[in-house]
């Protein structure tokens, strides 16, 4: 089936980190048109090449050079193709290739698998979608089922760790497998590459099983829309509720009004505090204003607000002939016809591939500190200051 034509379930494995959080959003959502942004279209096709390399590379007998270079052509008609996207099909391509090389003996591949999670999300026996999901790649060897994530968004890293998604591919996958292979732990990976990001995490075959009784109780809930509205900022992100949700808009007005302290200043430590509680309120109002644009475009009427043209720009209707009449009157073609510029460090490395890049001129690249910026202690960058360490203090002593 081609990935755009894949139906939601209501309890979809690639929405369970918010039903099982917020019960009441899956029936809420219901509501809602389950439309597909451009970047989640963009994201369809990407895993469409992503799936036909490493089909390629797992049965090439059945899906050799050739079948891969035809499906590669087909997705290439598409106007969302972006030549960066082999790129990036191919860091993900590179990690499953290394973790098969790497074992003994070769693992058995299910790529684009459905696994059923029926009983755990409470879903009809005959229904083919509801409790169910398409892992992107399942290895199985040793005592391992191994699934492995590609993500193509670049908004923020997704972490592998304790991943409502996968763990519930890695529980449909040991329900269908434990069989035939001795399973007895689980590897969940995500890789998206974009944000050059890999996330790993590993449990135990009892773990799975535990989480699969957790999602019982909270899929019994949500199937019938009951228990508590948990607005979050991650849980909210993608709910298609998340303009018009009361819930979250009540959180967000008290997260933004609420003070209990009278200070004439706040803390450091208030600081930490409100900028947490606050994440989600600036996203909330962008999201009200998206939907109330749509209600005043579509001549809904929302109280004190109207949608009006914005700033437009200037674009030429006949350049050639624009530049004709600038030439005949003077003006040197060199002057200002086109400006010629190198293309960025990213945009070679993008056009040529990582590898290749690293190869061929990765010595003449070195990495300036970026500007500062503020992050959550969680952040596994270092952290940076701009006091003087008694080390730096004493060589500038030394120098003087
Ligand atoms: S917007 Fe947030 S709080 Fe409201 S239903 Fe969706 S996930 Fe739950």
Redesign the pocket.
Known sequence: MEHCERKHALLSASSAG?WLA?T??AR??EQFPDTESEAAAEGTLAHELAEAKVRNFFFTKEFGKRKLNGAIKKLQANELWRDEMQGYTDDYLDYIKNIALSLKAAPSARIEQRVYFKEYTLADPEDEIDGSGIADCILLYGDTVHVIDFKYGKGVPVSAEKNPQLMLYALGAYMAYRMLYPISRAKLTIVQPRLDSLSEWECTAEELLEFGEYVKERAAFAVKGEGD????KD??RF?R??AQ?R??AEENIRLAFFTDKYPPLISNEEVGEYLKKGEDVAKWLEDLKEYALKECLAGKEVSGWKAVEGRGSREWTDMDAAFDILVKAGITPEDMLWEKKPLTLAQVEKMIGKKDFQESVGEFVIKKPGKPTLVKESDKRQAVTNKVTAAEAFAIGNQQ
């Open positions: 918010r917020c009441p959003s809420l959502e509205f948990r607005p979050d849980t909210c709910c509720a998340k949700c819930a979250r």
